[in-house]
């Protein structure tokens, strides 16, 4: 099935296409196109998974297992061994040890490490050669680019999670996108299901791609969907300043900045490291170290400089500081498109690259630090921004934006696949929440406004239940998703807060500590108060229906206040895919229980093992390198010892205050909701309304509620700026440049006029302008003649030649000048 | 058969003996046979007669002149004996790349013109084919006087084709397009006979001449020996990067184009900025690097940073106009900047980007100038103000208008990523400024900047984010929004009368004006999936254009003062390229 993946994204790609071409004619069939194409990838990639866990199995975790196997490929017995290697002292152990880990991760690792799919753990799947530009010059390097997917765990998880996500949300939005009372269709129904079916096989492609430019057309085709879709109203306005045509650019633009970063980044490993497909970049940082160019060794000015570029790229992708205003005005969006594209898949690009890059980024520790730090600060910056805003959709933008922080705090302490957990658990509750904040607005007819709903819970049993659930599983509450994947991001800050710089980290981990507790306060108030306590919607009918009809009419934007008693539950394409997400957002944590908090035994730290193949690559690395591993296979012995001594050591060891940290962490969780309850449980604005107006608080809210201002400084800096620099341009362009040529014509015109009045025909002034000339070219030659007999002892003959810029001045004479006398300026007129 | 002369001169004829016996309004009709039959002819030349591999050699004879020669379909008649002036053409993978997009976009050329064109008719399609036998021939001519003829050619008529049938300033636009290149085809000219005179070598101090206006025989005098007598010419070089540059356009002699954008015809301006504009960056590769390679090479960092000014530059002013053709021209300069760049980064990767980037150009501003065709058609304004929502009413056209816009914003899967892609790639590379920073008294080392040319990549990849924007401000104006005069009272409609109400009201495209765009689209999507025949052919014109300038580069590094540390920096990668 491997070998077939090129299917996912083509399939999606045909759906679009399709959707395309039949537009308008294709009415409510274009929905069942998309989703049907969408549940096709499902499948697949169900199979594509379920085949790559085949062969992740057979690697051995358990030295035990094979043992028999060992002693016959290196002829001497484990016992042997292991009593040879109890002898060495504790350094070489650890360095034999690290080697030993270091190879088992290596897919070119010696058997019995090697499995039967090409390239080791994963597959490579070439389709054709994309780009090929052979060298000319016997230094040059040539380009080769292969249209080409990779299949490994990594890839078969995103793909996993994008195809249950992406079919959900696709099924939501056939009941989403049907407007007023008849459920008629939306104009744009057509064009919607084909900018999602195009998004996704931009997505597939994102994840597949071998190599960093067709990965990159992914990145870029993904950023498209995304303009497109959150311009999708493009007739309407999305706030007072911005409409939604304007809210896609902005996201385009932003990401551009990005994809600068990420091409320049790709710019520098080519001329490095002589190639852009991953693997191969992989294979040979981890190789031998002396053959590798200046610079892309362990914290290298270069592989700095591409690591950081590198995530640039990350930052717009990703919504992080300093890329990240685009992300809430995408909420322009239908929400559908919120749900997949601005929260569970194509913001997760940028952590997806930095697992896929994990060796670079591990050699590059200095770029650690700073993701380390952009991720710790955009996780509190969204989260404080997150904690006044009244738009639902807002809330949970910054509150994407937020988990996102988290997931490349992670990524900056190194342990990248707690990222990818977090990834993982994340697109289905922020998915959930944002369906069924769909779902709310759907049934509010487009309000989004928390003030104005409450007490919805009655009458939205199945939304509620399931917003509740992503509710507690965002706060981290044991034992919904979002507690094991956040646990494990703060248990592993905490423990790099051990380690050299200790203080930095703590501070990380404290700042996350506080974004756990914002988050849990943030999203209890949204649920608090769009679910519960008293409504404070109108409970009746109003009957000034008809006076709402003609606002409606007016501002285009089909919303006027629904009455209580009006509001029902979504039908069941919306809510059948909440109540699933929901469920799922209770149990998919479970996939990876620490060991710390409750042996499972094999159970265990699941997606973490099936992940360390590829995630924990540049951690061994980095270890096995401290240890003096320089490249090559590891030596038998080693590898014999390591497979004696290694019990699952390939997982982060979970010990120490496992348990103490957790309970921390929930308590935490908990008083943040707890604090929300007390303060909108009634229903009542009151409370809140007092607090907000204590000094120091009412200035924190504006902070907060303005998002920090931070759209307002980049519009001054950049926007305004920018403006003026174009408009510098463009008049420097009017003024000088064109300015000149217009001169130049038009002094031509003067000298035309001037030397008309020469041409006098008098014979003396004639005469007298010959005689001046001569005498221009003569003095011009005597002066320049000392030189020409100086020091550098030439020949008039080479003077002249030099003066006209060649050697062949015989060829315009035809016999060699010897003389001074004779002026080469004359001679040019022959 | 005489192939390259028919696909130079049978479409002329065509239209002038159609002209004759057809009536005016029937001239549209000859003209799309002539050019079809162009098109005819140069995909039966290139897919039966041209060999692609860029392998062919053969010595040929000029005026008693030997040479190895790649050229291949060669015609060759001795014309002005006296000056030994003949009549060659020949084409190779570059030529024929051109020539083919050439004969596709003079299709193009005639489409658009189908309804636009309304008086003059018999001139106006006469003007066009003699433009295109302009174009076909500057891209085939061997032999220089030849060149500079068609390179002339095709000035007149599209100074005609502006002046009569452009829009209300084009008075002085033509006269600027018109003096503006003139200059620069005075400068070639003595450019050209410059080299007639002094094409030789230098062998013990004497001085071999071989007075020849045959590119051929000049290309293997002139590589045939160190000692060769262009190496040192610095005058000429420039004389004639003068005349391209002003063609390509490069920042700063770039403001003829704007003017001539704006004021051209549809088909003037599809045909300027498809095909007219590749001469230049044509020129500079044929002429400018392979004959004077030591001056580009001494020359290239300067215009290196020329282009990158032209890059940002361009995109800049593109961002604050508010007429849609005057846009789209500056995004040319944008463009075309990428293509010098590309071009004097002197690696294989510059320069197959800059051949590529100049195939994309012609297709996706060529698309775009269609398109503003057809809606200036029904709108009778270009200003973008005066247009909005039209993604209502005239979906297909919004979507083909959006391909078009995404392949010139170089997005990846369309064929302008491609271009722009590998010349910045080569362009952190760029070879020549490199060696600058290894000279003691350059800029460069000055600055104490070593990696100067990651500066150069970094800020050139700037118009990437640039073109963006530019490009979106366009499409978002016209297509996204309320339609425009949808709240503006009906007084705004009195300057317009002939247009119907703006916004809203225009019928969407016919199957002539879809197909056109639909052709090009196609054609941005196969070469962005699918570009590998298109690599193949250029593989060769990279390596003919690059060889000479490869020895120069050779010899530049040996002399330097520490030639071995200096080369590993230089070329760090051979190390590296060769396990």
């Known amino acids: ?830 | 058969m005489p192939l390259l002369s028919l696909i130079i001169f049978a479409p002329i004829a065509i239209t002038l003996v159609g002209a004759i016996f057809s009536p005016p309004k029937q001239m549209r009709l000859v003209a799309l046979v002539s050019m079809l039959v162009g098109l005819a002819l140069t995909l039966f030349a290139a897919c039966t007669q041209f060999d692609w591999s860029g392998n062919h050699t053969a010595i040929v004879q000029v005026y008693g002149d030997s040479a190895q020669s790649s050229f291949q379909l060669r015609e060759s008649i001795q014309w002005l004996s006296d000056f030994k002036i003949s009549y060659i053409v020949g084409a190779d993978n570059l030529s024929m790349l051109m020539v083919i997009l050439t004969a596709v976009l003079g299709v193009f050329g005639v489409l658009c013109s189908w309804k636009a064109i309304d008086r003059r008719e018999k001139e106006f399609y006469i003007y066009l084919l003699l433009l295109q036998t302009g174009i076909m021939g500057t891209f085939l001519a061997l032999d220089m006087f030849l060149f500079y003829m068609f390179w002339e050619l095709m000035l007149i008529p599209l100074y005609f084709m502006i002046g009569i049938w452009g829009s209300a300033n084009r008075l002085y636009a033509t006269m600027k397009f018109v003096l503006y290149t003139l200059v620069g085809s005075v400068l070639m000219l003595i450019a050209i006979i410059w080299m007639y005179f002094n094409n030789g070598a230098t062998v013990d101090g004497v001085d071999t001449l071989t007075r020849t206006y045959s590119y051929e025989v000049m290309l293997a005098t002139q590589q045939g020996s160190a000692a060769a007598t262009f190496h040192h010419a610095l005058w000429p070089f420039l004389a004639l990067f003068l005349a391209f540059a002003i063609k390509v356009p490069l920042f700063p002699l770039h403001t003829w184009l704007p003017d001539a954008h704006t004021e051209a015809p549809t088909a003037g301006s599809v045909i300027l900025a498809g095909v007219l504009l590749k001469t230049g960056g044509y020129g500079i590769i044929r002429f400018c690097l392979p004959l004077f390679p030591e001056a580009a090479v001494s020359f290239a960092p300067a215009i290196t940073w020329l282009a990158v000014i032209a890059i940002i530059y361009g995109a800049w002013t593109a961002i604050v106009q508010t007429d849609i053709k005057r846009l789209v021209a500056y995004s040319s300069v944008s463009h075309m900047g990428f293509v010098i760049l590309g071009i004097f980064s002197m690696n294989p990767q510059g320069m197959a980007g800059a051949v590529l980037q100049m195939i994309n150009h012609g297709i996706s501003t060529s698309g775009l100038f269609l398109a503003i065709g057809m809606l200036y058609e029904r709108a009778h304004t270009r200003e973008m103000s005066k247009f909005g929502g039209l993604a209502h009413t005239m979906p297909v056209y919004a979507a083909l208008m959006l391909v078009m816009v995404l392949s010139s914003v170089g997005l990846p899967g369309l064929n302008g990523f491609l271009g722009e892609f590998t010349v910045l790639l080569g362009s952190m590379h760029n070879v020549p400024m490199l060696l600058d920073a290894q000279n003691p008294v350059s800029f460069a080392a000055y600055m104490n900047m070593t990696h100067y040319t990651w500066l150069v990549a970094g800020l050139a990849t700037t118009g990437v984010i640039f073109g963006a924007v530019y490009l979106l401000i366009l499409y978002q104006k016209t297509f996204f929004g309320k339609p425009a005069g949808a709240h503006d009272d009906h007084s705004h409609d009195a300057h317009h009368g002939d247009s119907h109400g703006h916004g809203g009201s225009y019928p969407d495209l016919s199957i002539r004006e879809w197909g056109q765009l639909a052709v090009l689209g196609v054609a941005a999507l196969f070469i962005g999936l699918y570009p590998k025949p298109v690599w193949k052919a250029i593989a060769p014109a990279t390596r003919d254009a690059l060889a000479p300038v490869a020895t120069t580069l050779d010899k530049r590094i040996a002399e330097l003062p520490n030639p071995g540390v200096k080369l590993a920096s230089i070329q760090s990668e051979t190390r590296l390229a060769a396990k």
């Open chain 1, 1 to 830: 099935m491997i070998d077939l993946v090129w299917l996912i994204p083509v399939i999606m790609a045909g759906a679009a296409l399709a959707n395309g071409l039949g537009c308008r004619k294709l009415g409510k069939i274009a929905g069942y196109i998309s989703v049907g194409a969408m549940i096709t990838t499902f499948v697949i990639s169900c199979m594509v998974f379920l085949q790559v866990r085949d062969i992740t199995k057979a690697i051995p975790h358990h030295g035990g297992e094979h043992a028999a196997e060992q002693e016959a490929h290196h002829g001497r017995h484990g016992a042997s061994m292991l009593a040879e290697y109890e002898t060495l002292g504790h350094e070489q152990q650890e360095a034999i040890k690290a080697q030993y880990l270091f190879v088992r991760a290596d897919p070119k690792a010696p058997k019995p490490y090697d499995t039967t799919v090409r390239g080791g753990l994963g597959g490579h799947v070439p389709l054709y050669e994309w780009i090929n530009i052979p060298g000319v010059f016997r230094g040059d390097r040539p380009l080769t680019i292969e249209f080409a997917f990779h299949v490994d765990q990594l890839t078969s998880i995103f793909l996993m999670f994008i195809s249950f996500v992406g079919s959900l949300v696709f099924i939501y939005a056939t009941g989403y996108m049907k407007e007023g009372p008849h459920n008629t269709l939306d104009p744009g129904y057509a064009r919607f299901f084909s900018y999602l079916a195009l998004f996704a096989a931009s997505m597939y492609t994102l994840i597949l791609g071998a190599n960093f430019v067709v990965m990159f057309i992914g990145w870029e085709g993904v950023g498209l969907c995304s303009y497109l879709l959150i311009g999708y109203y493009f007739d309407r306005q999305f706030s007072a300043k911005l409409s939604c045509a304007d809210a896609g650019k902005k996201a385009f633009v932003a990401n551009r900045v990005g994809d600068f970063g990420l091409m320049l980044g790709m710019f520098l490993l080519f001329w490095g490291l002589g190639t852009l497909d991953f693997q191969t970049i992989i294979t040979m940082l981890s190789g031998d170290v002396s053959a590798l160019p200046a610079g892309f060794g362990y914290n290298g000015a270069i592989i700095t400089a591409a690591t950081l570029l590198l995530f640039l790229g990350a930052t717009g992708k990703s919504a992080q500081i300093p890329l990240f205003v685009w992300l809430p005005d995408a909420m322009a969006g239908p929400t559908p498109v919120s749900a997949l594209i601005h929260a569970a898949t194509m913001v997760t690009a940028g952590i997806y690259m930095l697992a896929r890059l994990n060796v670079l980024y591990m050699l590059a520790p200095t770029t650690l630090v700073v993701v380390a730090v952009i991720g710790g600060a955009t996780a509190f910056i969204a989260a404080f921004a997150g904690l006044t805003q009244r738009g639902i959709k807002k809330i949970l933008a910054y509150s994407t934006v937020s988990q996102l922080g988290y997931m490349f705090l992670a990524m900056g302490v190194g342990s990248f696949a707690a990222g990818i957990f977090h990834v993982f658990t994340h697109a289905f509750f922020k998915a959930c929440l944002f369906l069924a904040a769909g779902s709310l607005i759907h049934a509010l007819h487009h309000e989004e406004d928390v003030f104005k709903m409450g007490g919805l819970a009655k009458k939205m049993k199945g939304t509620a239940f399931a917003y509740g659930f992503a509710t507690l599983a965002i706060a981290g509450i044991v034992p919904f998703a979002g507690f094991f994947s956040k646990d494990e991001i703060l248990y592993n800050v905490y423990t790099a807060a051990q380690g050299s710089n200790g203080g930095f980290y703590c501070a990380l981990w404290l700042l996350g500590l506080l974004t756990a507790l914002l988050t849990a306060f943030y999203m209890g108030r949204s649920f608090v108060l769009a679910f519960l306590g008293k409504t404070r919607l109108q409970e009746h009918p109003a009957h000034d229906a008809h006076q709402a009809e003609g606002e409606d009419a007016h501002d285009d934007h089909h919303h006027h206040a629904v009455a209580y008693s009006e509001v029902h539950e979504s039908p069941l394409p919306i809510v059948g895919p909440i109540v699933i997400l929901g469920i799922l957002s209770l149990v998919v944590g479970w996939l990876n229980i620490p060991e710390g908090l409750l042996p499972l035994g094999d159970f265990n730290s699941l997606f973490h093992h099936f992940l360390a193949p590829v995630t924990d690559r540049g951690a061994l690395l980095v270890a096995a390198q401290q240890y003096g591993y320089t490249g090559g296979a590891a030596p038998a012995g080693a590898i014999v010892v390591g497979e004696v001594l290694s019990n699952n050591a390939l997982a982060t060891n979970w010990h120490g205050p496992e348990l103490i940290l957790a309970i921390v962490s929930v308590a935490i969780g908990l008083v943040g909701l707890g604090f929300a309850f007390m303060l909108y449980g009634s229903g009542s604005l009151a409370k809140s309304e007092c607090l907000a107006r204590k000094p120091l608080l009412r200035n924190l809210w504006n902070i907060s509620f303005s998002a920090w201002k931070w759209d307002d400084v980049y519009d001054a800096i950049f926007v305004r700026m920018m403006m003026t620099i174009y408009a510098i341009a463009l008049w420097f362009d009017q003024n000088i440049v064109d300015g000149v040529v217009n001169g130049i014509g038009l002094l031509n015109r003067r000298i035309g006029i001037e030397f008309r009045r020469l041409q006098n025909g008098q014979v003396q002034v004639y005469g007298l302008v010959m005689f001046v000339g001569v005498c221009v070219v003569l003095l011009y030659f005597v002066l320049s003649l000392p030189q020409a007999l100086g020091e550098n002892r030439m020949t008039v003959t080479e003077r002249t030649r030099e003066i006209l810029g060649s050697k062949n001045v015989s060829s315009i004479t035809t016999k060699p000048v010897a003389l001074p006398e004779q002026p080469p300026t004359t001679l040019a007129k022959h």
